[in-house]
């Protein structure tokens, strides 16, 4: 049986991805062939100044003999970066060679009918410029795809918040029954076409301790009446709970995901208790999209003390 391909998009050229993706091939055999995509001159530049020998067997943008595919070189599809030295900083220079890594990743996707995408982290405030919120509402705009969600995945707890890249001025903006709907509708699907289980889902409130000083709050008028809809199909969903409570241990224990209703809300205590043990999936796509839970990390570029442990579990959850 041929193994299906996972197809990576190195992301930003000034970042840490190449040199954590040369830690996960140290000391970690994957049975599905590994596709990247990204600068071959930036790659072995990388890999020269940071101490790593691996070969590369280049492919080209039309090839489809997977069969004859293994992890013993790099795959590598090349994308042109021109580039002054190894290191440099972030800056819109490396824009069109980011948009044409995504453009040739989907494009091969899509033409061999593929199913398991990894991306790089890329700078959002030099790449997507304001123009999408994130990486996440990128890929659901380039695939035409209406509804996505972020889910911050591990295997003991997961969390999705209902609002990503976001001002929180903005948040109560955006929060509707809808959106509650469609978040949980997307969570359900992929935990029972993964796990073959309907997960127990914790909602939280958007104010201080579910209430505020006001009336009509959205805990009010949107959050209780969206979880008192949805406890009449699914009776593992409950809340809202005050986020300064949902992550206590007693808590945490009877719930695989909790869905927060901005990044922040949920993101912070999710990297305090797993550090970087945690993968990002794009719920909703046309094929399976994980992002390794970390940033560009300019800061750590060419140090070679980065942690590659997000990117082995987004491999190993994408090998299976």
Known sequence: ???????????????????????SLKDN??????IIIGSKKLLKEQMLKLGYTYELNNLNKDFQEFKKLNNKKINLINVDYDFKKCFEKITSKSNKYIDDTFKTALNFIKKNNLSKFINGPVSKKTFLKG???????????KTKTNEV???IFNKDLSVSPLTTHLALKD?????????????????????????????????????PHCESNFQNSEEDKIIIPAIKKLRLK??????????????TKSLLKKYDVIIGMYHDQVLSPMKALFNFDAINITLGLPFTRISPDHGPNFSMLGKNLSDPKSLIQALKFLDK
Do not use: C, W
């Not at 123009?131 to 705009?141: N, P, S, V």
């Not at 969903?237 to 949902?246: L, R, V």
């Open 149 to 151: 969600a972020m889910l």
């Open 131 to 141: 123009k999408t919120l994130g990486i996440t509402e990128y890929l659901a705009k």
């Open 234 to 247: 699914n009776t593992k969903i409950h809340g809202p709970f005050s986020a300064d409570t949902i992550f």
């Open 29 to 34: 055999e994957f049975k599905s062939p590994l």
């Open 1 to 23: 049986m041929i193994k299906e391909p996972i197809i990576i998009v190195a992301g930003e050229p000034n970042s840490i991805f190449f040199e954590i993706f040369f830690k």
């Open 171 to 207: 948040v109560h903006k955006k929060i509707t029954k809808q959106k509650i709907y469609k978040q949980v509708n997307l969570i359900n699907s992929f935990y029972k076409k993964k796990f073959n289980k309907l997960p127990r889902i914790a909602i939280t409130g958007l104010n």
